[in-house]
């Protein structure tokens, strides 16, 4: 599975962006695809998870009620939709993809292909 992320922009605090994360390869539909994010000078730090149903989705505390998490089998790509946006939002978010489901989702190191990562900017 190869990963292309995209949509990240600047926006001002309150505003949304879409994200998606587009994927090459027949294993997208059994795939587990998540969302992490890294600010500078932080560590890469997990941001939401669709199983490959789309039927369960988690997100971290930071983010839950805020972000939308949604996938699309038929066009093999996953989206994250980001509302009310608040500056401690600003990073470069990855997708990612693993083959079925992990119990350590939040753990990048599960996950085996990683996007190129695309930067949301989110001015106060």
């Known amino acids: 599975v190869q990963l292309q992320a995209s949509g990240g922009g600047l926006v001002q605090a309150g505003g949304s962006l879409r994200l998606s994360c587009a994927a090459s390869?027949?294993?997208?539909?059994?795939?587990?695809m998540a969302w992490f994010r890294q600010a500078p000078g932080k560590e890469r730090e997990f941001v939401a998870v669709i199983k490959r149903s789309g039927g369960s989705t988690y997100y971290a505390d930071s983010v839950k009620g805020r972000f939308t998490n949604s996938r699309d089998n038929a066009k093999n790509t996953v989206y994250l939709q980001l509302n009310s946006l608040k500056p401690e939002d600003t990073a470069v978010y990855y997708c990612?993809?693993?083959?079925?489901?992990?119990?350590?989702?939040?753990?990048?190191?599960?996950?085996?292909?990683w996007g190129q990562g695309t930067q949301v900017t989110v001015s106060s």
């Open positions: 390869g027949r294993a997208f539909s059994s795939s587990s």
């Open positions: 990612a993809a693993r083959a079925g489901w992990a119990i350590a989702f939040s753990d990048e190191y599960v996950y085996t292909h």
